[in-house]
């Protein structure tokens, strides 16, 4: 993901699928990694969730790396700081915590 993120804007591919891609991709990416680490350590021997530990992996994947990879990103030759790249990254983040409490609730093997 980091790979992606901060490879300079020259070497990325340049795919006119449709406008605001990059929004999707960045949405996508957050969703999927929240939704991963949404599983370290928030359950204990009996599958019961750590609320503090979720909370705490949301907070951590789902916010404050959704906004320091972008801020990041502004020192990246041809990459900018973008506020809704901000936006898809924290939205992105809360789907994939929210996908996984759901699969949790319903005793889901996928968590």
């Not at 599983?39 to 019961?48: E, F, M, P, S, W």
């Not at 990459?79 to 409490?101: E, H, K, M, P, Q």
Request: charged share 20%.
């Amino acid at each position: 993901m980091c790979v992606a993120l901060f490879t300079p804007g020259d070497n990325l591919p340049s795919t006119p699928l449709f406008p605001q891609k990059d929004k999707v991709i960045h949405f996508l990416i957050f969703g999927m990694l929240t939704f991963l680490w949404s599983r370290v350590g928030t359950l204990d021997a009996r599958k019961k969730l750590k609320k503090l530990n979720f909370f705490t992996n949301y907070l951590v994947f789902g916010i404050i790396l959704a906004i320091l990879l972008e801020y990041l990103q502004k020192y990246v030759p041809n990459r900018s700081f973008d506020l809704w790249d901000i936006a898809a990254n924290i939205i992105g983040g809360t789907i994939g915590v929210i996908c996984f409490y759901i699969l949790y609730k319903r005793d889901s093997k996928l968590v």
